[in-house]
């Protein structure tokens, strides 16, 4: 069992978009962080929330552009990305844990979904 993402797309700078994440599992027990791993970089830190949707954390790339949320009666977090830049391009994944760890980081989560690509482009 896994969570699923969905919503990447080809986007152009400045433009707009909504990664959902959701999962066969009830989610809504689990913190849910996203992730990003853009071709030949590191798996980096986009944003965390914990499973009641109270505390949230943001990479610093992100600050201020991205909002994560979730709807625990739907099963879903979202990612909320505004401001896109072409370095925002890369394939981002939900991944989910028992625990919000005390920093937002690969590390912290266990479960791991397949990605989804977003391209950020003129």
């Known amino acids: 069992l896994q969570p699923v993402e969905s919503g990447g797309d080809f986007v152009q700078p400045g433009g707009s978009l909504r990664l959902s994440c959701t999962a066969d599992?009830?989610?809504?027990?689990?913190?849910v962080g996203w992730f990003r791993q853009a071709p030949g970089g590191e798996r980096e830190a986009v944003s965390c929330?914990?499973?009641?949707?109270?505390?949230?954390d943001y990479g610093d790339a992100v600050k201020g552009r991205f909002t994560v949320s979730r709807d625990n009666d739907k099963n879903t977090v979202y990612l909320d990305m505004n401001s896109l830049k072409s370095e925002d391009s890369g394939v981002y994944y939900c991944?989910?844990?028992?625990?919000?760890?005390?920093?937002?980081?690969?590390?912290?989560?266990?479960?791991w979904g397949q990605g989804t690509q977003v391209t950020v482009s003129s």
């Open positions: 991944a989910s844990d028992l625990w919000y760890g005390d920093t937002c980081s690969p590390e912290e989560y266990a479960t």
């Open positions: 599992f009830a989610l809504s027990y689990y913190a």
């Open positions: 929330i914990d499973s009641l949707g109270v505390t949230t």
